[in-house]
């Protein structure tokens, strides 16, 4: 079975320049979550999303957004780059709404955002 | 609210000898703990996660995690290192409030020397 998969694997951009990252989750899974990993710290939470709906963000601007589709793929943007939005961004799904012992979250490999 | 300290950023070991990685958690509510695993380049690798059905969790690659709630920590150990254990190991927490984020520590890096 296909893990979570997230395009592109790596991506150079300018400031102030826009982006857009993709993930696809497990197939049966309908949450999908966005976290942001800069080089050297663990990895901060950005976004959930369930069913389509927004569950959950975490102390991002607004530049940043995210949006689920029927099939419950997802989509990241982030709007006006700054050099400090360099990072590995990681997409998570898991079966139910809340994360927990019986429905963990399961990784993709992430996108390497490089803003020059 | 919710929090983990991993009490050490590196944790070098020989091959063959035991693994202790600790984790410290805070949480206001009874929290989903884990250990997670990244090798170099990679995503994120579950490897173990607490039940309340016991205090002591088996994970994958021989790696266990005993939850003491009293010390309300969550220390990572494996009785034998291998070199291909030598990756970043991240605590995290989730006590499930309204966000479903999950809380990371900051990663214990495992060199394992031959």
């Known amino acids: 079975d296909a893990g979570v998969t997230q395009s592109p694997t790596h991506l150079i951009k300018t400031r102030g320049q826009h982006v857009t990252l993709r993930c696809s989750p497990i197939?049966?899974?309908?949450?999908v979550s966005w976290y942001q990993q800069v080089l050297g710290q663990g990895p901060q939470f950005i976004f959930q999303y369930y069913e389509k709906e927004e569950r959950g963000r975490g102390n991002f601007p607004d530049r940043f957004s995210a949006r689920q589709f029927p099939n419950y793929s997802s989509e990241l943007n982030v709007n006006a780059l700054l050099l400090g939005d360099s990072a590995l961004y990681l997409c998570?799904?898991?079966?139910?709404?809340?994360?927990?012992?019986?429905?963990?979250?399961?990784f993709g490999n992430g996108t390497r955002l490089t803003v020059t | 609210a919710q929090s983990v300290t991993q009490l050490d950023s590196h944790v070098s070991v020989s091959e063959g000898t035991p693994v202790l990685l600790r984790c410290n958690y805070s949480?206001?509510?009874?929290?989903?703990l884990f250990w997670y695993v990244q090798h170099p380049n990679k995503g994120l690798q579950l490897l173990l996660k607490y039940t309340s059905a016991a205090t002591l969790v088996k994970g994958i690659n021989g790696f266990e995690a005993e939850f003491k709630k009293s010390e309300t920590s969550f220390h990572l150990t494996k009785p034998s290192a291998h070199m291909s254990d030598a990756a970043e190991y991240f605590c995290v927490v989730n006590s499930g409030g309204g966000a479903d984020g999950l809380t990371f520590g900051k990663g214990t890096h495992l060199i394992i020397q031959p």
């Open positions: 949480s206001s509510y009874s929290p989903s």
């Open positions: 998570a799904s898991s079966l139910r709404a809340r994360s927990s012992y019986n429905s963990p979250l399961h």
């Open positions: 197939s049966g899974h309908k949450s």
